[in-house]
């Protein structure tokens, strides 16, 4: 069974900090992964997607590893910005069974001005 | 092109009351999901529509919760009666498995946030 952990649970940085969020997953046979940013009392807006057969993704300062072999992905945010606070969820989508995606329970991140 | 439309934003109801909340995807995407978002957790599916046939509901509590999707577009879940553990916020997601490849993640709805009291 498929599990999503990721770690830490809360994050709290000074402005201007380089950051790095880990997910990891306990099943390496996924089709996709991807990762999610969700504001307080708002849906989920989708950062960055990285299929199986790619090693990372960037966009902006953001970049998203995958590391199929070894369960794990990071998403690395650089120069934080107090507009980063939100809560970060990854999310692996299962190669079968019409593609089911299992969530993490996300890291909340407050970026302090 | 517009996102996930979800209605209402917001809904507070007694127990054992019924809700039902409404979801239209992302134009042409075939398949459709309901999520429900306990505070401090990762979003849990309940349904997955492949155009208007149900993929996966295996998560969804059948005696209380309803869902259905009319012609493989909008899509209603239903609770009915609600309990107090309902309390959540529903997400409504489209995706199309075809096209492009950027086109196989997901794209949300703002959810509607379900107070049960």
């Known amino acids: 069974k498929q599990e999503v952990t990721q770690i830490p649970a809360a994050l709290s940085v000074p402005e201007g900090e380089n950051l790095v969020l880990n997910c990891s997953f306990t099943?390496?046979?996924?089709?996709?992964l991807q990762w999610f940013r969700q504001d307080p009392g708002k849906g989920l807006t989708s950062l960055l997607l990285?299929?199986?057969?790619?090693r990372e993704q960037t966009s902006g300062r953001l970049n998203a590893s995958l590391d199929k072999s070894s369960g794990r992905s990071t998403l690395y945010i650089a120069a934080s910005q107090p507009g980063d606070s939100a809560t970060y969820l990854c999310?692996?989508?299962?190669?079968?069974?019409?593609?089911?995606?299992?969530f993490g329970a996300g890291t909340r991140l407050f970026v302090k001005a | 092109e517009a996102g996930v439309a979800q209605s209402p934003r917001y809904k507070i109801i007694e127990k054992r009351q019924s809700v039902a909340f409404w979801c239209n995807p992302i134009s042409g995407h075939a398949t459709l999901y309901w999520y429900q978002q306990i505070l401090g957790q990762g979003p849990k599916l309940l349904i997955q529509?492949?155009?208007?046939?149900?993929?996966?509901d295996s998560q969804l509590p059948k005696d209380r919760f309803s869902a259905e999707r009319l012609k493989g577009v909008d899509s209603t879940l239903k609770i009915q009666p609600a309990k107090l553990e309902d309390s959540a916020v529903y997400l409504c997601a489209s995706s199309s498995l075809s096209g492009h490849r950027t086109n196989y993640g997901y794209t949300f709805g703002s959810g509607t946030r379900l107070t049960v009291v």
């Open positions: 990285i299929q199986s057969s790619q």
């Open positions: 099943d390496s046979a996924i089709y996709n």
């Open positions: 999310a692996v989508r299962l190669p079968n069974g019409g593609f089911k995606t299992i």
């Open positions: 529509f492949q155009n208007n046939g149900v993929v996966d």
